[in-house]
């Protein structure tokens, strides 16, 4: 199935959810009026037609389609169905959900609901669950594991979020250097199901050292009678603990990989990273930047209360509201300006759009550049010299464009000499800024996307109509 049939019939099963729940509404809603002894039976019998029948289409659906299902539904609806999900599958399900979700389904939740749907969870499917979990809940299921899988919990979680230790799990297939590829055939055909993604095997030694890799396609082709040591490779790509996951997340990308050993100062195996939790990562990082841009501090559930939208979304309008001042305040000190000159207050909004959706150009490559760690010291001085030329370029060629219309629709040469100047001028300020402050941040050890859309806009709004009226006063009045 193609990715767009995919999404085809998971907004056609999105639909038919949505007109059981709805005709359950109705249907109540109808019954209400009539007698009593007949409305109940009625209301019983619909009730549960539209349980079952909802049952059963949530239980066809995947758990990454389920969560997709319950985060487009008002939190009434989203409970309903919640509570039909079955008890084993909600763990899968609070997995994939997004962060404000899963805090709004956890908290309708009581303690032994909670305990079934994560009992079955791996140990670092619990430790991306364990942040969101109520400690007194967490504790019972850290007290009910074995002492292996209570280690591996409490490795996980040692390890800071963003780094590859708390992305790594357990599920690997080891195997030691000295064995034949048949005895290691006959090990794997014992194990039955072998983990996710395997496309390799870990080789280690006697004292569990990391050795290399042997792939599977050089288990299945190789002679049967030959070493691990003789087929394996020494040269794999490995990471520690505590490397950052985005540095990891372009080693997958520039080696096209699928699995990656994690190993110790000591070089021994301590777990894997696989590609699914490699995606999930870009995926969450991805929508945080998103949400960053626009000045939004977290997540936010499509349909949390006015009151949690207004706690995540009040602090850059905050911001913004005090740019707007200061940017009314730049155009208030040309009032007697404009008075003199009403084709200003028609073009000025123009420099600053223009100025603005050039430094937002620069700051998204910017930000993607540091993301993807190719901006350093040696080349930092290049790429601000190439944006100051790239602005100036720019600017001559649209502020050429612009003096020329501000010329032919007022008759005014100096007013179209001023246009020009004040567009080339504002579009390099708008370069400088898309780059200072993206960089800025990023020295601050903050998210270079937080907020850089609201400041760069803010920036160049005010410094396009100070140029603009500041020319126009010199020149024109």
Known sequence: MTAANHNARLHEQLQEILKLLNKQKVVEAL?????????????????KQNIVELKLKLDLLHPADLAYV????PFDDRLILWEMVKPKRRGEILLEVSDAVRESLLAEMDHKEILAATEDLDTDELADLAPDLPSATFSELVDSMDGEDKAQLQSVMSYPEGSVGSLMNFEYVSIRDDVKLEAVLRYLRRLGDLPSHTDKLFVVDRKGLFKGILPVNRLLTGEAESLVRDNMATDAVSFRPEDLADEAAKAFERYDLITVPVVDSRNRLLGRLSVDEVIHH??????????????????????????????????WLVINLVTAFIASRVVGAFEGTIEKLDALAALMPIVAGIGGNSGNQTAALIIRALALGQINGGNLRKLIAKEIYLSLLHGVLWGSITGFLAFLLYKSVPLGVVMTGAMMLNILVAALVGVFIPLGMHKLGRDPAMGSSVLLTATTDSMGFFIFLGLASIYLV
């Open 31 to 47: 019954v209400h009026r009539q007698d009593m002894q007949k409305r109940n039976l009625v209301e019983s019998l619909v009730h």
């Open 282 to 315: 870009i995926s969450g990082e991805f929508d945080s930047d998103m949400l960053s841009m626009a000045g939004l501090r977290q997540e936010e559930d499509l349909f949390a209360s006015v009151w949690k939208s207004l706690q995540n979304r009040w602090a």
């Open 70 to 73: 319950l985060e487009t539904l």
